[in-house]
């Protein structure tokens, strides 16, 4: 029982620290876009530098080929 002396007070700081946590994350503004995150993760936005772009026919061949190809995920 004489250890309740303790553990009580701790487990009261330690809640009290995460509803203040908390109410910082709700006033900072960290809840605002919830979906915004999920969709940037799946979008394909990913933009071909000029330099890149398919060229029609450049060998002779008719065959499409790439300038200066980049690595995947790389930005240029």
């Known amino acids: 029982m004489d250890v309740l002396v ?3 007070p701790l487990a009261l700081g330690l809640g009290g620290l995460g509803l203040a946590a908390f109410l910082w994350s709700l006033r900072t503004g960290q809840y605002d876009d ?6 940037r993760a799946i979008m394909d936005d ?3 530098p000029e330099a890149a772009r398919v ?3 450049q ?4 065959s499409t080929v790439l300038m200066n190809p980049t690595e995947p995920g ?3």
Do not use: F, S
């Open 59 to 62: 060998d002779g061949t008719g």
């Open 34 to 39: 919830l979906d915004g995150a999920a969709w």
């Open 46 to 48: 990913d933009v071909i």
């Open 55 to 57: 060229v029609p026919g």
């Open 6 to 8: 303790y553990l009580v």
């Open 74 to 76: 790389r930005k240029l």
